[in-house]
């Protein structure tokens, strides 16, 4: 029994080693290894063996934390940054460079304007053409099987996440001919998008949410996918939707994609707000704040709004008022800044003390003549003041300072 | 002086060197390893008693005991299944993050980027699995054997008690496997609990409580994510360690293996009364009498071997061939992973883990309507059924009144009626888990395969969004 029992435990343990052997196997001979050895061996060729040793080995990948991204396409795609290689076959091959300077691989990673598997370091599930991955390349590959013209139109829809609010974005031209539809035939007679529009319709906010479970695919011809429903339904509404009350715009098939790829960009992707096109990071004056600055700028005062100074200062007999009034009323500037620093208004400004010292060096630098016009209207500013006064019949014309 | 303290510390060192004679100090190498090829029969024993591995065996053990065909391993395969589990699950604990943003995307990692991530992933998920159903196993091959009864009347057995430690044992490991499909959060773990708890919250008045207690809420979100992360990583395993060494301990309490009793029933019938021998109490701290000890005369020398090194070697055969098979399953079955867990979007059919899959379908046979009256299935097939089956297999061992000579032994005449009722119960469980598995399609109504299109087909309609196809 023990003899039997020894030789069972020896084959097993051969049996095992085996395995492990396969285990090893599995994990060091993935496709990435060999586009990587490929890569190298033709930049040895056109750049020599300097240039390949540096380049990097092992998965590569591209982390957008603020995307919440990882893209390991670089670890196949390793010339995308490389100067040299724009014919090179793929994986090989440059990437066009106009659009990355504008969208930095490591702010905007691949997948987000390509789509595909990120995670992924196998062709099949980068590419995204497998089950349980929902959003493939956009490329030849798709396109071809939809009919689109244009291989790099699907793309648009990526890009529309962030340039949703744009009315027309260079090189998106699908896009931007569905954003002309949508204003031409006035969707929003019947549809709210964006906050806006009509009840008659759906709301279109987030079209692109809808899960394909949600379509009714009973009447369509051809593929099954919610990209074929919805431009089968633009071209003609009552024929996947026999109920539907839309009218039949008599799209042209390109028309039609170009929609489709528009309503199916609306999604709920979470994006932070300085990536959003057109979403202003800051606080927008009210238009009663923007009415009084124009206001301002066209009267006498206007050199005070101009250079800033009515930030803290008003010049109320000028017709400046500052918000803020952090610095004195300069209307009797000619008077207080005697009582104040002992010394002349003209002095005073061409050789500033304390705050204004700081503020004129560093904030507001005037020029010699700038200075010279500004004290010749405070001069102004105090006459005005002074009729003022009279003119209103007070009883103690007599200035005085604060 | 000089000499004086020389002497002394002559003296001390000796004295040393007696002390650690005495004591038999072995280096700790020593204390991890034994030889598998003994010299001496106390060699042997000292591979068992004074290791610190094996200390727990007895110094030896009948042939019975050890063949294949009685046990068949089952309870040792299911403990190194075990230890594989808490081995790879030790490690994937550094790599996976119990957090509803991140736990998906490091399940994508361990698949795609991290060394052996793959590896560690399915051999964990094939084991599980094969825990399951060998733990399953391990239960119908103790009733079929009539293995959860006592024999001889020897103080401290209490095959019943292991029966039901048993039976806590299969409930732990069918809820460690259920907290543990959650963690991956995607669709398949998502609309799995969602089914499993589902079926809970059936049961009258603490139904949606115990459910929500379950889900620390009323949906499956963070909360849910993190009790079933800490059961599974830490409370479950250790409530499974603690009863796995108890059931041990009892092993050796009951004196063995039932299939050991038979020679004592052949001792009986050969010759001699029991002989009323001595009895020891030890010290008076534990009541009764020792084991073995009122006996009868057996020569218990009889078909006995040292523990070392033939069961050892066995239980090193079954540890390999264990670890050989869930590897080779591990390389061959592709652990799956699903979209991300998606509320608003639910999959057709939705479907519990396999294991649970005949629950379901008891759940769905049992809904009917009569008259208008909807019967609730989910009451009378998720939890009045299993409940009933779970009392009765605790209840069991108490009801059996079949001789003391059929136990230990395979389908015995005795045991006829019990084993084909037993059968019956198991056969149906197993019909129902095939019909839930291969045989629901959409919405519940089964599925003719091969009719236009194959269940495959079926179940990638739920998958592809936007752009894909259908
Ligand atoms: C984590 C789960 C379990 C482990 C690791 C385990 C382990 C073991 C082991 C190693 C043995 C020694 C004999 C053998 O290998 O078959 C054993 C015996 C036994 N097990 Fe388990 N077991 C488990 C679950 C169960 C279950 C579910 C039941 C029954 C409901 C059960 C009832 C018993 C009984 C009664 C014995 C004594 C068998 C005899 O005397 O022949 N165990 N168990």
Redesign the interface.
């Known amino acids: 029994?023990?003899s039997k029992?020894?030789i069972?435990?020896y084959v097993?343990?051969l049996?095992?080693l085996v395995?492990?052997a396969?285990?090893f196997f599995?994990?060091n001979t993935t496709d990435w290894r060999d586009y990587q050895a490929e890569f190298r061996d033709l930049v040895t060729e056109k750049f020599g063996a300097e240039r390949a040793e540096q380049i990097p080995t092992g998965?590569q990948?591209i982390w957008v934390k603020d995307l919440?991204r990882?893209d390991?396409c670089v670890t196949c795609h390793q010339a995308v940054e490389w100067k040299g290689l724009e014919t090179a076959p793929n994986p090989y091959r440059t990437h066009p460079k106009g659009i990355l300077e504008k969208h930095p691989l490591t702010a905007y990673g691949c997948t987000s304007c390509h789509g595909g598997q990120g995670?992924?370091?196998?062709l099949p599930?980068a590419h995204g053409n497998v089950?349980?991955?929902?959003?493939?390349v956009?490329g030849q590959e798709?396109s071809e099987?939809?009919l689109i013209k244009n291989s790099k139109a699907?793309m648009e829809m990526n890009c529309n996440a962030c340039h949703r609010y744009d009315r027309e974005t260079k090189g998106m031209d699908y896009i931007n001919t569905a954003k002309n539809l949508v204003e031409e035939k006035d969707c929003r007679a019947c549809h709210t998008i964006n906050g806006r529009g009509g009840i008659i319709g759906p709301d279109l906010t987030f079209e692109?949410e809808k899960?394909?479970?949600q379509f009714d695919?009973g009447r369509l011809t051809g593929?099954?996918?919610?990209?074929a429903w919805q431009v089968a339904h633009f071209q003609n509404p009552k024929m996947v939707s026999p109920d539907s009350i839309m009218p039949n715009f008599g799209f042209s098939s390109q028309d039609a994609q170009a929609l489709a790829l528009l309503v199916?960009s609306w999604r709920k992707e979470q994006i932070p707000a300085h990536y959003i096109s057109g979403v202003q990071l800051r606080d927008v004056p009210t238009p009663e704040e923007i009415a009084r600055e124009k206001e301002m700028l066209e009267g006498d005062g206007a050199f005070f709004v101009q250079n800033k100074c009515f930030v803290c200062h008003s010049v109320s007999s000028l017709g400046v008022n500052s918000a803020a009034k952090i610095g004195p009323d300069l209307s009797d500037a000619v008077v207080d800044v005697q009582n104040r620093f002992g010394r002349t208004l003209d002095d005073f400004l061409m050789e500033p003390t304390g705050t204004m010292s700081v503020v004129l060096a560093t904030q507001i630098p005037l020029t010699t003549e700038q200075r010279h016009q500004a004290i010749a209207l405070l001069k102004v500013a105090y006459q005005r003041k002074l009729e003022q006064q009279i003119k209103s019949a007070s009883p103690s014309p007599t200035p005085t300072g604060k | 002086m000089a000499t004086e303290e020389i002497g002394e510390t002559k003296a001390s060192s000796s004295l040393l060197t007696a002390m650690r004679e005495k004591l038999a100090l072995k280096p700790m190498w020593e204390k991890l390893t034994w030889t598998?090829k003994p010299e001496t029969k106390r060699e042997a024993g000292d591979a068992i008693v004074r290791n610190f591995l094996l200390h727990w065996f007895p110094a030896k053990v009948s042939?019975e005991s050890?063949s294949w065909g009685y046990s068949f391993w089952l309870g040792t395969i299911s403990a190194v299944l075990f230890l594989i589990l808490t081995i790879t699950g030790g490690i994937l604990m550094f790599l996976y993050v119990p957090s509803v943003?991140r736990a998906y995307?490091s399940v994508?990692?361990l698949?795609?980027?991290t060394?052996?991530g793959?590896?560690l992933r399915g051999l964990h998920r094939i084991s599980a699995h094969l825990m399951v159903a060998v733990v399953f196993l391990h239960m119908v091959r103790v009733f079929l054997t009539g293995a959860f009864k006592n024999g001889r009347k020897a103080v401290g057995q209490n095959r019943p008690l292991n029966w039901i430690v048993g039976v806590a044992l299969l409930l732990i490991t069918l809820l460690l496997s259920f907290t543990g499909y959650l963690l991956p959060w995607?669709?398949l773990a998502y609309w799995a609990i969602t089914v499993g708890t589902n079926i809970a919250s059936s049961a009258p008045v603490f139904g949606d409580p115990t459910r929500f207690i379950l889900l620390g809420g009323t949906t499956i979100e963070q909360a849910t994510l993190i009790r079933f992360y800490v059961l599974h990583c830490f409370l479950l395993p250790l409530a499974t360690f603690g009863l796995v060494s108890y059931h041990m301990w009892r092993v050796r309490k009951d004196g063995g293996l039932a299939c050991t009793e038979k020679r004592y029933e052949e001792a009986k019938k050969q010759e001699q009364p029991a002989i009323a021998s001595k009895t020891y109490s030890l010290l008076g701290i534990t009541g009764g009498s020792a084991v073995d000890v009122q006996n009868v005369m057996i020569d218990d020398e009889k078909d006995k071997?040292p523990s070392s090194?033939?069961m050892t070697?066995?239980l090193?055969?079954v540890t390999?061939?264990t670890?050989?098979i869930s590897?080779?399953l591990t390389?061959l079955v592709r652990a799956?992973?699903?979209?991300a867990a998606?509320p608003?979007?639910?999959p057709?059919p939705a479907k519990a883990p396999w294991y649970f899959l005949w629950l379901q379908e008891l759940v769905t046979i049992t809904t009917f309507t009569v008259g208008g009256i909807t019967i609730n299935g989910a009451l009378i097939g998720g939890i009045i059924l299993p409940g009933v089956l779970v009392a009765a297999a605790v209840l069991w061992p108490y009801f059996d009144k079949s001789p003391v000579s059929s136990i230990g032994k395979w389908l015995p005449k005795e045991r006829k009626w019990q084993n084909r009722i037993f059968l019956f119960i198991v056969a149906a469980i197993l019909i129902l888990t095939f019909i839930g598995t291969y045989m629901r399609g959409h919405s519940g109504r089964s599925i003719c395969r091969g009719r236009n299109g194959n269940r495959r087909r079926e179940n990638?309609?739920?998958?592809?969004?936007?752009?894909?196809?259908?």
Do not use: C
């Open positions: 029994m023990f029992d020894a069972k435990l097993l343990g049996s095992l395995l492990t396969f285990v599995r994990e998965v990948q919440d990882v390991r995670f992924s370091t196998t599930d089950e349980h991955w929902e959003e493939p956009l798709v099987a939809y699907l692109g899960p394909t479970e695919y593929r099954h996918a919610v990209f199916m | 598998w042939l050890l943003e995307l994508k990692d698949e795609f980027s060394s052996y793959w590896f995607d669709q071997v090194p033939y070697v066995r090193a055969v390999l061939a670890l050989f590897i080779l390389l799956p992973l699903e979209e998606n608003a979007v639910t057709n990638s309609d739920r998958a592809r969004r936007a752009i894909r196809d259908v």
